[in-house]
Every structure is written in structure tokens, then in C-alpha cells.
T-cell receptor
Framework: NAGVTQTPKFQVLKTGQSMTLQCAQD?????MYWYRQDPGMGLRLIYYSASEGTTDKGEVPNGYNVSRLNKREFSLRLESAAPSQTSVYFC????????????FGDGTRLSIL | GESVGLHLPTLSVQEGDNSIINCAYS??????FIWYKQESGKGPQFIIDIRSNMDKRQGQRVTVLLNKTVKHLSLQIAATQPGDSAVYFC???????????FGGGTRLMVKP
């Protein structure tokens, strides 16, 4: 019962480096999401994929790109990391967009120096 | 949901007591609400949800109450246990078929 799996769990980057965060779900969900969580703040949506083959911007997409590789996998890429992108990144999935609970992974803790 | 910035409101309760965690939501058109629990170093864990055509829903040891008149959501935890210590936050769906909006959360501390 893995649910949503994120890799890596921790990462330290230097400003300007690139990195891809990986996410996979085994619940046969159609929709997947990437959020960031900053200390004491609510989750903010970066990008989402309503179904395989589609991606859309969320609230804070600048500086990020995503790829829905297949139904199971949804990756988040930082092309040129900036200190403002230091955060905890969560991937989630749901059976569909809308009035359905989203199920989260345990996050990737990313520090950019 | 409420955004509380860097300092989360904290609720401290005695083990065995009942806990009530509150959330004020912003959009009167929201038709779906969820409560999540987040333990330190973990991702948010789904607890219970409720649709706007209901005002109460019960789960195992938890009850969610929805008051649409004052745009208020609450989570009641019966017989609070040390394992309930976590940050709890609500989420609402302000547009049918679209994205959840998350509140900032409340930290629940359970004293033995």
C-alpha cells in the first residue's frame, strides 16, 4: 500500500542548478498535483494534471515545469533553482479533479543555497 | 480557510478530553470541504470530508460540522490521544470541479 511515493526525500542545491522531483502513485488515479509548503503556510498549488496528457498552472507556477510521464508518474522540474524555491514539495493524487480527497506523499525537503 | 502566516494557532488539550478545531472559510459558493492531519515530517493525511448539502458527518472518533450561514467548519476529536498531536488544516473547493484551497492550520498538542 505505497500510495504516493516521492523521491528524493531531501536535497540541497546551489543557486542556478537544475533538478527534477519525482512522484508516482499506485492508486490508478487520474489527477495529480504538485504543491509547495512554506513554514506556517498553507499548501500552494504549483501545477496539476487533471488526466494523463494534460497539465495546467496552479497558483505559483513561475520557475517550475512539469511532465505527466504516464498515468502513474508526474515530475516537477526546477530549471534554475533560486533560494526562494527553498521549501517542502508535496505531490498528491485524486481519482479526479474537484470534490474528491487528494492523497499526499511524504514530501521532498529542498534547500537552495 | 484561514491563512495564519508563520505562527500557527495552537490548541492544547488533556489526553482523554474532546478537541474542537475550527476553520473559517472564505467563499460562500464552496461546496466541498476536507480536513487533513499533518504530523511532523510527513505529508497531509486525509481525515474526513463533507459536502455542502450536509451539516454534519461522523467518522471514527471524529465529527465534522459545517455551518454555511457563518462559513464555519469544525473538526471534533473525541477522547483525544497523544497520537492525535499534529497540525490540522481544512481545505475548501471554491469552484465546482476545480482546485482545493488550503488553510494555514492549527497545531494540536495533547498533554499526557
Amino acid at each position: 500500500n505505497a500510495g504516493v511515493t516521492q523521491t528524493p526525500k531531501f536535497q540541497v542545491l546551489k543557486t542556478g542548478q537544475s533538478m527534477t522531483l519525482q512522484c508516482a502513485q499506485d492508486m490508478n488515479h487520474n489527477s495529480m498535483y504538485w504543491y509547495r509548503q512554506d513554514p506556517g503556510m498553507g499548501l500552494r498549488l504549483i501545477y496539476y494534471s487533471a488526466s494523463e496528457g494534460t497539465t495546467d498552472k496552479g497558483e505559483v507556477p513561475n520557475g517550475y515545469n512539469v511532465s505527466r510521464l504516464n498515468k502513474r508518474e508526474f515530475s516537477l522540474r526546477l530549471e534554475s533553482a533560486a533560494p526562494s524555491q527553498t521549501s517542502v514539495y508535496f505531490c498528491a493524487s485524486s481519482s479526479r479533479v474537484g470534490n474528491q480527497p487528494q492523497h499526499f506523499g511524504d514530501g521532498t525537503r529542498l534547500s537552495i543555497l | 480557510g484561514e491563512s495564519v502566516g508563520l505562527h500557527l494557532p495552537t490548541l492544547s488539550v488533556q489526553e482523554g478530553d474532546n478537541s474542537i478545531i475550527n476553520c473559517a472559510y472564505s467563499n460562500s459558493a464552496s461546496d466541498y470541504f476536507i480536513w487533513y492531519k499533518q504530523e511532523s515530517g510527513k505529508g497531509p493525511q486525509f481525515i474526513i470530508d463533507i459536502r455542502s448539502n450536509m451539516d454534519k458527518r461522523q467518522g471514527q472518533r471524529v465529527t465534522v460540522l459545517l455551518n454555511k450561514t457563518v462559513k464555519h467548519l469544525s473538526l471534533q476529536i473525541a477522547a483525544t490521544q497523544p497520537g492525535d498531536s499534529a497540525v490540522y488544516f481544512c481545505a475548501e473547493n471554491p469552484n465546482a470541479g476545480n482546485m482545493l484551497t488550503f488553510g494555514g492550520g492549527t497545531r494540536l498538542m495533547v498533554k499526557p
